[in-house]
């Protein structure tokens, strides 16, 4: 009986561990697959072309430029490839500015005819229009050739943008950088700071003094980001704007000032357990050759304990990676490179939380937040397979 019991319980693990292990896989498939699509879609937003008169020697136009083209931060063809020629800038909205409603029709059924007639006019005009009214018999206009979206304006891009028309802006390097920025900046604060508690609990203080601090350090683990985010909004964002004289408080220091707090319970901890394992004999070898305490714990304890120290700091960086709600308050949410610590930034997680309830399913938004994810994921996978390596050379 007691063999049947256990071989039933051996089942039951063996059935959880693969399910768990098949959920696992298809989300990561899930992701992949939803990322990967971003790459198959158009430049120009769908359903829509540029259009430009058939003298214009320019063919296509890629999102960063047309962007500029659109926002009038070029107003000359000769700028982008073509002749010398100022740039017109027309979208279909404008339509009622130069037809009235009667040369266009009750249901716009002569705004092919309109468009070709703007189109044929006006030698340096980009018209961005609906397709269906781009075409036909007789029309006098060219179509900019449309490309798919690159990895190298994904990835290399520094202007995230993904709203904008008529080619939204999917750069990924202010949101890299920015998660990095604040996340290395997070490390360095609560690094000293950590390796002293930790030095101090493992090796100076009493035991009953170790027996209040560790709960009280692990309860920390336990907080909700939010209220991390809270303390950050409330308290650490006015300080910071009344010490470096902000216009504004939120900024990557503020947000790093708050992961700093939120990765010091792990960094304690975890590098407290490695001290603690130090065997005895080497403190006592130590000690009874003449070294004094702190000798000991600089020459002895913490190089026999730098494996679990690594891994420590490896974790801690983990954890300010993932981190979303208390970074997206107090870091101003601005997706742009940083140059400066107290200039605001936006990070991968947050504008995952931020943007993807906003964003129509399938559509090129979408798939970039997916994308994101897919970028978080090998930061992640790069994280842990360190803690991996760094746990497997300790032991």
């Known amino acids: 009986m007691k063999k049947v019991f256990e071989k039933i319980i051996s089942g039951i693990i063996t059935c959880s561990g693969f399910l768990t292990s098949v959920v696992i896989l298809l989300i990561v498939v899930f992701l992949f697959s939803e990322g990967l699509g971003l790459f198959s879609q158009k430049t120009i937003e769908e359903g829509y072309t540029l259009v430009v008169n058939k003298s214009n020697p320019v063919e296509e136009l890629n999102a960063k430029q047309i962007k500029e083209v659109f926002d009038e931060d070029v107003t000359n063809w000769e700028e982008v490839g073509g002749k010398p020629e100022p740039i017109m800038v027309f979208r279909f909205e404008d339509m009622q500015k130069y037809f009235s409603e009667e040369e266009l029709g009750p249901n716009y059924e ?42 190298g304006e994904v990835f290399g891009g520094n202007e995230w943008f993904p709203t904008a028309t008529p080619a939204a802006q999917f750069g990924f390097m202010p949101l890299i950088l920015g998660t990095v920025w604040v996340t290395v900046f997070a490390i360095l604060f609560a ?72 990765a010091l319970p792990t960094i304690i901890t975890v590098s407290q357990d490695a001290m603690q394992n130090c065997p005895r ?49 107090v870091t101003g949410n601005a997706a742009v490179i940083p140059l400066s610590i107290t200039d605001p930034l936006r990070t991968i997680p947050a504008t995952i939380a931020a943007e993807l309830g906003e964003a129509p399913a399938g559509g090129p938004h979408y798939q970039s937040l997916f994308l994101l994810g897919v970028v978080l994921f090998f930061i992640t996978l790069i994280i842990n397979s360190s803690v991996e390596y760094i746990s497997s050379k300790n032991k």
């Not at 809270?230 to 010490?243: A, K, S």
């Not at 403190?283 to 304990?305: C, D």
């Open 110 to 151: 002569n705004a092919t005819a309109c468009i070709n007639s703007l189109v044929e006019k006006n030698p340096g005009i980009v018209a961005f229009v609906p397709e269906e009214f781009a075409g036909g018999d007789g029309f006098c206009g060219k179509r900019l050739k449309d490309h798919t979206i690159s990895a």
């Open 191 to 262: 690094l000293p700071f950590g390796l002293s508690v930790a030095i101090y609990m493992s090796e100076v203080s009493s035991a009953r003094m170790r027996a209040i601090l560790k709960p009280v350090i692990e309860l920390l683990n336990g907080i909700p980001s939010v209220v991390y985010g809270f303390f950050g909004l409330i308290v650490v964002v006015p300080l910071l704007q009344d010490v470096f004289g902000l216009p504004v408080g939120e900024s990557g220091l503020a947000g790093a000032i708050v992961l700093a707090i939120m």
């Open 281 to 329: 004999s080497q403190r006592e070898a130590s000690l009874a050759l003449g070294a004094s305490k702190w000798q000991t714990i600089y020459k002895v304890v913490m190089p026999y304990s730098i494996s679990g120290i690594t891994s420590a700091v490896v974790l801690g960086i983990g954890r300010a990676f993932g981190e979303t709600m208390a970074v997206l308050m």
